[in-house]
Nanobody, 121 residues
Framework: QVQLVESGGGLVQAGGSLRLSCVAS????????MGWFRQAPGKEREFVAR????????RYGDSVKGRFTISRDNAKNTVNLQMNNLKPEDTAVYYC??????????????WGQGTQVTVSS
């Protein structure tokens, strides 16, 4: 069972930056594709970014391309999300998620509790 704990959320003005971190425990971190998702009030959960377990290939949602960067440190069991040029529409609860390399499903099996990001205009 993998446990994920996010940190780094907070309140920031538009145009500012935040760095989210997610620490994993209970599994072999290097075997998991890691993702970030977000959910704003009244909206569906949205894909933000992911980084693969094998070659660190990254993929981003259209709304964050060029502003957000996902990275991972397998030695520290950590995945990070650097968020620059934040906009009020980035306000949401951000969730870290993990999907094992052997999974036949595209769904993420493990989720963190979320961290709030609020961007003021």
């Amino acid at each position: 069972q993998v446990q994920l704990v996010e940190s780094g959320g907070g309140l920031v003005q538009a145009g500012g930056s935040l760095r989210l971190s997610c620490v994993a425990s209970g599994g072999t971190f290097s075997s998991y594709t890691m993702g970030w998702f977000r959910q704003a009030p009244g909206k569906e959960r949205e894909f933000v970014a992911r980084i693969s377990w094998s070659n660190f290939r990254t993929r981003y949602g259209d709304s964050v391309k060029g502003r957000f960067t996902i990275s991972r440190d397998n030695a520290k069991n950590t995945v990070n999300l650097q968020m620059n040029n934040l906009k009020p529409e980035d306000t949401a609860v951000y969730y870290c998620a993990a999907r094992h390399s052997s999974s036949r499903s595209a769904e993420y099996a493990y989720w963190g509790q979320g961290t709030q990001v609020t961007v003021s205009s």
